[in-house]
């Protein structure tokens, strides 16, 4: 029997979120800059896994160690036309589903993390927010904080 390594096969970064806003502690980000769509990347549509990177510009004062910003979004076209209800808005996350998480240090910095997220399920689009769930306002210092979601899949070389 013949070994065939398996590899990861990624396509190209969408950028998601684009805040010049600041972010309150506990609250969730505004509008998305745009919708991740998983249908249409040329390497690998219909991506099961994607990688989420984020760039947290600057504190109102350094974070706790260990508190997160929770990735979350709402799903786009879930049946072919209808999308699910209820974006998050202030402290409630509304319809929204969970997608992951960033550690954030005690660094009253830029700081940039990337995480892997599912995309089971995803059949068309999501629209991203962001929760911080820091004690710490997420500021906008000139800098916007940013999220890029990259997809990739699975796959064998032949």
């Not at 096969?9 to 950028?15: L, N």
């Not at 992951?100 to 927010?129: C, H, K, M, P």
Request: with cysteine.
């Amino acid at each position: 029997m013949a070994n065939v390594p398996t590899r990861q096969f990624f396509g190209t970064a969408q950028t998601v979120i684009n805040s010049s806003s600041n972010i309150a502690a506990g609250n969730f980000s505004g509008a998305p800059a745009a919708s991740f769509d998983n249908t249409t990347d040329a390497a690998v549509p219909y991506a099961t896994h994607a990688q989420a990177m984020i760039e947290m510009p600057d504190w109102a004062a350094a974070p706790v160690a260990g508190t997160l910003i929770e990735l979350w979004g709402v799903l786009l076209n879930t049946d072919g036309t209808d999308d699910d209800t209820d974006a998050p808005s202030g402290t409630s996350q509304g319809g929204a589903k969970q997608f992951g998480a960033w550690w954030v240090s005690a660094v009253d910095a830029l700081q940039r993390r990337t995480i892997t997220i599912s995309l089971e399920g995803v059949n068309s689009q999501v629209d991203f927010y962001i929760k911080n769930g820091t004690a710490q306002q997420l500021t906008n210092t000139g800098v916007a904080c940013v999220v890029k979601v990259t997809p990739f899949c699975y796959g064998v070389v032949a």
